[in-house]
């Protein structure tokens, strides 16, 4: 590294967190003063900037304790934004907008408070008992002051019961609420747990082997290691680290992280702030095959193709290492807000060495024992892709273009696998059984491309901007029957930031069947769930967001409604539970209609309790109890049912 490019470096480091002043020029989250919202305690479940699924966490959680119905408070005097209520994500949800034009946002409400409630209900006994609304209500004009009661907590929406709380400047960006005045009391330092190394390249080892590569923490005394790795050309580093804070078990993601590389600073990040636009750039923050397989969140230590959030500041290489021959101490230092650290240390020993290359040795893999084609164990990487050693017998590789440069896929065998380059001008057709084959098309982040299967007329197609970097893309249909194909988009480990369409051909059997539906299955929770799809022509056509495994099904069985029950709610509400099992497709929620006594109310569908909730505010139980209730799944499967429930005031 040059001295200027050091200096410069420094200073940009030196520098005060500048992101929120970049966005707005008025607003300072410092400026105003801000109270906790909850009297369940100043206790956080999670931080700012933690994975979710498929984004960053945009606000702290706050404990409740397994509990519903504490209060939740105005943070600062506002103005009532909007309402949204639904059956997943954020549930039940208020939105205030502060004098200074920033939000404040409290979700997985289980109620609003009287008058927002009114508000809310109005709307949704005029449109038709919608259960789902998201309104904008500026125009009411409703003041709420600093401290006043506006709901109470609960478990709508995605999660267990607690408040999340999230900030926002005027331009809709989430921030850090910890950089406002609002505190915790937290003295206790991060703790690392794994270490991961990803080669960059076809020529990159880490301890002989071209797979990602993980390792754990040794705690001595305090200090935390990871002794020593070997590695071969470039490699990115990664760390699985957590915080807590006092008091609670909570495991909580860090604030910032830093890399030295023989005391040079390589790797700067720091979450503040990031835009909803950004937010799914998580899975290119995180060491993403890792997470998408085990949920855990291993931090990259260098910036990743495709990564533009505002949280890093690195050295010209990103923080990539590719290092001389010799041994290099690395250090990790993993901060809190609160400014307690750790470090962590480890040496890369590193040894350029070159690996025998030559051409592909088709022959030799042509023979033997047909195996299954499971490319989903492959790793793919932006150039290459690692095939494991026990899936190379009777696999066929084969580049579509005959005039192809044989030097243009240098491959090697590196004894527990083979590694197969990735050319971008050229398909790549691999077989393992007549009936088990695909095209591997690689497709880069600016432009449209379309992969097509090899058997029949289905494809998959995306628009340019789907994905973060350039990326090899197969797709293999495989039909069972009439009503079970089964359809892989490889590599299923990898993300994209849209939707794609996946238009699958279906023959003319398939084509009677009304009740076709596509359904992505989620590998790591061994589920199917359902995508809205659509028949085009002779096709049915989904819009995933998600490469893997998807299959065709036939859904003929309705939804099962059963064990109705009359509740008091916590906040002394009347509600009757109706336990609802759906098979496949799932509840079409917007179309149920539930009446109590002839009275139709609100029928909230709560998915995590698998139940259907009449929800109507003037609802008190009678002695004897006539329920009738009509639900839909999302292929028009339809069960009505009546009940009678008996009520006991004594109960
Ligand atoms: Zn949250």
Redesign the pocket.
């Known amino acids: 590294m040059s001295p200027y490019r050091l200096i410069l470096l420094l200073l940009t480091c030196l520098l005060p967190a500048s992101l929120l002043a970049q966005s707005s020029d008025t607003f300072s989250p410092g400026k105003a003063t801000y109270i906790w919202p909850t009297n369940a305690g100043k206790y956080m479940s ?1 931080t700012f900037g933690e994975t ?1 699924s498929a984004h960053f ?5 706050l404990k409740t304790w397994g509990r519903k119905g504490y209060e939740i408070y105005a943070t600062r005097d506002a103005t009532l934004h909007r309402i949204a209520i639904g059956p997943t994500g954020y549930g039940k949800v208020l939105y205030l907008k502060h004098d200074d034009g920033s939000y404040s946002v409290y ?2 409400l289980l109620r609003f408070e009287e008058k927002i409630q009114q508000i809310a209900d109005s709307i949704r006994f005029k449109e038709d008992y919608s259960f789902e609304i998201d309104r904008n209500l500026d125009s009411l004009n409703y003041r709420i002051k600093q401290g006043e009661v506006i709901a109470l907590s609960g478990a709508s929406g995605i ?1 267990p019961p ?1 408040l ?3 900030l926002r400047t005027p331009e809709h960006r989430p921030f850090n609420p910890l950089l406002t005045n609002l505190r915790v009391k937290d003295t206790v330092a991060p703790q690392f747990s794994n270490l991961s190394v990803e080669p960059l390249s076809i020529r990159s080892e880490i301890e002989g082997s071209n797979r990602i590569y993980t390792k754990r923490v040794r705690k001595n005394n305090g200090s935390y290691s990871f002794g020593t790795v070997d590695v071969s050309g470039p490699v990115g580093l990664g760390a699985d680290v957590f915080d807590q804070a006092n008091d609670v078990y909570n495991a909580y993601a860090v604030y910032e992280l830093k890399m030295y590389v023989d005391d040079e600073l390589r790797f700067h990040s720091k979450v503040d702030s990031f835009s909803y636009a950004e937010t799914n750039q998580m899975f290119v923050d995180r060491v993403y095959p890792i997470l998408n397989e085990k949920r855990d969140g291993f931090q990259r230590l260098y910036i990743a193709d495709g990564n533009t959030l505002p949280f890093y500041k690195t050295a010209n290489d990103k923080g990539k290492l590719d290092l001389p021959d010799g041994t290099h101490s690395v250090k990790i230092v993993a901060s809190d807000y609160f400014g307690n650290s750790s470090e962590a240390n480890l040496r890369l020993r590193v040894n350029r060495f070159d690996k025998p290359t030559g051409d592909f040795p088709k022959a030799s893999l042509s023979n033997g024992s047909f195996a299954e084609l499971n490319a989903g164990n492959w790793t793919w990487f932006k150039n290459w892709v690692n095939i494991p050693g026990e899936e190379i017998e009777g696999l066929t590789v084969a580049e579509l273009d005959i005039y192809s440069d044989p030097d243009s896929h240098t491959n090697y065998d590196d004894g527990n696998g083979m590694r197969l380059k990735l050319n971008p001008a050229r398909d790549i057709f691999f077989r393992t059984s007549f009936d088990d084959h695909f095209i591997a098309r690689q497709v880069t982040p600016g432009r449209f491309s379309i992969v097509p299967s090899t058997t029949d007329k289905s494809f998959a197609a995306f628009q340019p901007g789907t994905f973060y970097d350039t990326l090899s893309v197969g797709l293999r249909v495989k039909n069972f029957s009439s009503d079970s194909t089964l359809i892989q988009v490889h590599p299923s480990n990898h993300p994209i930031k849209k939707a794609y369409k996946l238009a699958v051909e279906i023959d003319s059997l398939q084509m009677t069947n009304s009740k076709l539906g596509i359904y992505k299955y989620e590998h790591r929770r061994e589920k199917l769930s359902y995508l809205n799809s659509e028949r085009q022509n002779n096709y049915l056509v989904a819009e995933p967001e998600e490469l893997g495994s998807f299959y065709i099904l036939e859904d003929t069985e309705a939804p099962e409604l059963t064990n109705p029950k009359i509740v008091k709610r916590v906040d002394g509400k009347w509600l009757v539970y109706v336990t609802l099992q759906d098979r496949l497709s799932g509840l079409d929620y917007t179309r149920s209609t539930f009446r109590v006594n002839g009275t139709r109310g609100i029928a909230e569908y709560e998915p995590e309790d698998n139940r259907l909730v009449y929800y109507h505010p003037e609802f008190k139980p009678e002695t004897e109890n006539e329920l009738e209730i009509t639900v839909y799944d999302m292929e028009g499967n339809k069960t009505e049912k009546n009940f009678s429930l008996t009520f006991d005031p004594e109960n």
């Open positions: 999670s979710r966490h945009s606000a702290l959680d979700a997985h999660g607690h999340h709380f999230e």
